[in-house]
């Protein structure tokens, strides 16, 4: 495991989440996260980690949580059915990708938002909004 390098280990600034926070309520659970960039408390982890909540989100029931969901975007139509199949709620963070292979699951038509999505923000143009973990668990 010492060896397994993760390409998506990101992590989005701390400043953008406490406003995404406190506009959508407390978040409960970050699913998507470690023990050195964890949001929250209870996170779940991609492995065994300290003070991890559960390993692999996807094996979490996510119904009675406020998720924060910042996956790598590979994960993002994953991410989405998950919700759907817990009837859970959550802030999904992804990238306004109108050919990537979720994109007809937030927007159908290309225009409209799908029913479940309630509100929604544009992040800020910046290069400081997501931070790469580095190996030693410092943020660039």
């Known amino acids: ?11 989005i600034h701390d400043d ?6 406190r506009l959508w309520d407390p978040h409960t659970c970050d699913r998507f996260a470690s023990y050195y960039n964890a949001k929250l408390t209870l996170f779940n982890s991609r492995y065994f980690q300290p003070g991890t ?8 029931d996510w119904r009675y949580e406020n998720n924060w969901l910042c996956p790598p975007v590979y994960l993002t139509y994953k991410v989405v059915e998950h919700l759907r199949v817990c009837r859970a709620v959550g802030t999904l963070v992804a990238p306004v990708w109108k050919s990537a292979h979720y994109w007809p699951i937030l927007c159908a038509d290309g ?8 509100d929604m923000r544009a992040l800020p143009n910046n ?3 997501f931070l790469k973990c580095k190996a030693d668990n410092r943020m660039d």
Do not use: E
């Open 1 to 11: 495991m010492s060896r397994v390098i993760d390409f998506d280990d990101y992590t």
């Open 111 to 118: 225009v409209h938002w799908n029913d479940f999505i309630h």
């Open 127 to 129: 290069p400081k909004l």
């Open 53 to 60: 909540g559960g390993i692999n989100a996807f094996s979490q």
């Open 16 to 21: 953008v989440f406490d406003t995404l926070d």
